[in-house]
Nanobody, 117 residues
Framework: QVQLVESGGGLVQTGGSLRLSCAAS??????????MGWFRQAPGKQRELVAT???????NYADSVKGRFTISNDNAKNTVHLQMNNLKPEDTATYYC?????????WGQGTQVTVSS
């Protein structure tokens, strides 16, 4: 079981920036060997994958955030970050992080991001 604690959300105007953080821990969970992902879920919509990062730092992004969001990890602190720049109202959602893989089914409480127009 993995415990995930997201933070850094808030209210920001269009064009603004936020940096989200996620601390991962758990018995038997080794952060540095897992692919980590950031997801988001807007009201009335399905949860979507926003960005992923592999243990060696390879990244992938959803087309909707490419060029604006940057995912990074800090293996020393078991933490993954999501730097979000040039935010748009359509980025409004609750953001979650989670390890990628079939045995990781637990979610954290998420952090709310609201972008005003």
């Amino acid at each position: 079981q993995v415990q995930l604690v997201e933070s850094g959300g808030g209210l920001v105007q269009t064009g603004g920036s936020l940096r989200l953080s996620c601390a991962a821990s758990g018995s038997g969970f080794i952060f540095r060997i897992n692919v980590m992902g950031w997801f988001r879920q807007a009201p009335g919509k399905q949860r979507e994958l926003v960005a992923t990062i592999t243990p060696v730092g390879s990244t992938n992004y959803a087309d909707s955030v490419k060029g604006r969001f940057t995912i990074s990890n800090d293996n020393a602190k078991n933490t993954v970050h999501l730097q979000m720049n040039n935010l748009k109202p359509e980025d409004t959602a609750t953001y979650y992080c989670k390890p990628i893989g079939p045995r990781f089914n637990d979610w954290g409480q998420g952090t709310q991001v609201t972008v005003s127009s």
